[in-house]
């Protein structure tokens, strides 16, 4: 019912800017939320930026002030523009989204990921 898929995620010199795209799908679901996670080898999952429906963002500390989240109600499309890359930010990007069914129910989903690079 629900698919994400994330596209964008490149080789990149440090400091050099990259945006990330997802793109979900959805049949009978709203989204709740949907963000961007990252996973680097040997790490958790962990949360980068997401931002809600009613259009609230939440950022972790190493990327504020040098990520901006956005979306695009329209194009069901979320966004995640990455300025001034660190050799830490490589990772895969996961697009993860909460979404609820017409009876309620919420549910997560995650994309397949993309692989972002960022040579020192």
């Known amino acids: 019912q629900v698919q994400l898929v994330e596209s964008g995620g490149v080789l990149v010199q440090a400091g050099w800017p990259l945006t990330l795209s997802c793109a979900a799908s959805l049949i009978t679901f709203s989204i709740n939320d949907i963000g961007w996670y990252r996973q680097a080898p040997g790490k958790q999952r962990e949360l980068v930026a997401r931002?809600?429906?009613?259009?609230?963002?939440n950022y972790a500390d190493p990327v504020k002030g040098r990520f901006t989240i956005s979306r695009d109600h329209a194009k069901n499309t979320v966004y995640m523009q990455m300025n001034s890359l660190k050799p830490e930010d490589a990772a895969v990007y996961y697009c993860?989204?909460?979404?609820?069914?017409?009876?309620?129910?919420?549910?997560?989903?995650w994309g397949k990921g993309t692989q972002v690079t960022v040579s020192s």
């Open positions: 931002v809600t429906s009613g259009g609230t963002t």
């Open positions: 993860g989204a909460t979404v609820s069914d017409r009876q309620g129910r919420s549910y997560r989903y």
